[in-house]
């Protein structure tokens, strides 16, 4: 029985399928750091996963206080984000989180083989309970647990994210090799993390030693994929640069601000960051940020537009979630049933 078993389960990781999986905060303030760093290769993500499972975080939401009315709208508001930026329902699975329970279940199976002081530890944990004046929930602490289990359940061998997600996939992968040692089977798939090489840490225009974020960064260094183009422009207008004499377009450690243009728009040129450094050799960095800022605005401008037109129609965006939710739970139930059985739970 359990050398069958194993047999089975050891095929899951084998599979020729790559199941693409990824998550995102329920926010209509996506910015451009969410777009290059993840949501382009959500889209591109769609002609290689089998299949690309793409979940709107709602359950996350909640560790940090929020307003329960707003939720849902948020939701909305992302769904018609990733849709208008090129995600296609029938070509992906795109729900949200809440709408399938076993990720909750998952995550407290999952709770008992991660340890506290490593939870404790982690960046985001100690970065948010520190900023946090209300409650710091419990909900925080176990964040990276419901990550883990958003992933597990699906048993996805890649997970396409940014730079600020490494410390999370690490404990992902963690937990999956300790359950499948404790419990004896290769029940979980370990991922791994797929972290672009260019604009994998979109920077604030305004601080360019942080990370583009609307929580922690600054109003006009954060450009937002909703913002109208006049908007764009301006910011990028405004961006820091540095005082190198004579000013130079390239890439160094001591040029975080000029770094970060040169690599925003290499990903919208889809070019190399040497190509945009040849390109601007001769030029001044005004003309530049001027430039950037231009192009970044046409490139995000059809999605705005379509944007616009999905949002009005939110029983459209309902019923695209729920189709999702039913092909994701047809996925992760069968996951959660081999995991209650190996823990020594019934009725599965
Ligand atoms: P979230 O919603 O904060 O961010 C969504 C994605 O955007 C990336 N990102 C960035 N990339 C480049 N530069 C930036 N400045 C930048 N800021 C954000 C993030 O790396 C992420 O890929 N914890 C996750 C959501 C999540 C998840 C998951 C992700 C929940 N479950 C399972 C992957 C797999 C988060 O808060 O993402």
């Known amino acids: 029985?359990?050398?069958?078993?194993?047999?089975?389960?050891?095929?899951?990781?084998?599979?020729?399928?790559?199941?693409?999986f990824s998550g995102i905060q329920p926010t209509g303030r996506k910015h451009l750091g969410n777009y290059i760093g993840a949501i382009t290769q959500y889209v591109a993500g769609q002609d290689r996963g089998d299949p690309a499972i793409y979940c709107i975080v709602d359950l996350h939401a909640i560790s940090v206080p929020y307003d329960p009315a707003e939720l849902r709208e948020r939701v909305l508001d992302t769904t018609a984000i990733l849709v208008a930026a090129g995600l296609d329902p029938d070509r992906c699975v795109l729900f949200r989180q809440s709408?399938?329970?076993?990720?909750?279940?998952?995550?407290?199976?999952?709770?008992?083989?991660?340890?506290?002081?490593?939870?404790n530890r982690m960046h985001q944990f100690r970065d948010k309970s520190v900023a946090q004046r209300e409650l710091v929930s419990a909900a925080l602490l176990m964040y990276p647990v419901l990550q883990a289990a958003d992933v597990l359940a699906y048993r996805a061998h890649e997970v396409p994210v940014g730079e600020d997600q490494r410390e999370h996939l690490e404990l992902m992968r963690d937990v999956?090799?300790?359950?499948?040692?404790r419990f004896g089977e290769e029940v979980l798939v370990v991922p791994?993390?797929?972290?672009?090489?260019?604009?994998a840490r979109v920077r604030d225009l305004q601080e360019p030693d942080r990370k583009m974020s609307t929580t922690g960064g600054s109003v006009q260094g954060t450009v937002l994929v909703l913002d109208e183009p006049k908007t764009i422009e301006k910011k990028f207008k405004r961006a820091v640069t540095d005082s190198e004499d004579p000013p130079t377009i390239r890439r160094?450690?001591?040029?975080?601000?000029?770094?970060?243009?040169?690599?925003?728009?290499a990903t919208v040129r889809g070019v190399t960051p040497d190509a945009i450094e040849q390109d601007f050799a001769d030029a001044r960095?005004?003309?530049?940020?001027?430039?950037v800022g231009t192009e970044v605005a046409e490139w995000l401008?059809?999605?705005?537009?379509?944007y616009d037109e999905l949002r009005g129609?939110?029983?459209?965006?309902?019923?695209?979630l729920a189709a999702g939710a039913e092909k994701a739970r047809a996925m992760a139930a069968p996951t959660v049933a081999d995991v209650r059985r190996v823990m020594g739970f019934g009725g599965s």
Do not use: C
């Open 1 to 20: 029985m359990t050398a069958a078993h194993k047999g089975v389960s050891a095929s899951y990781a084998d599979q020729l399928v790559m199941r693409i």
């Open 99 to 119: 709408d399938v329970p076993e990720h909750s279940e998952l995550q407290w199976l999952l709770s008992s083989v991660t340890e506290l002081g490593r939870l």
């Open 176 to 181: 999956a090799v300790r359950f499948n040692a």
């Open 192 to 199: 791994e993390h797929r972290i672009p090489e260019v604009g």
């Open 252 to 265: 160094g450690p001591d040029k975080a601000g000029i770094t970060n243009l040169i690599e925003i728009l």
């Open 285 to 291: 960095y005004g003309d530049f940020k001027v430039a």
């Open 301 to 306: 401008a059809p999605v705005r537009e379509r």
């Open 313 to 320: 129609d939110e029983a459209a965006l309902e019923a695209m």
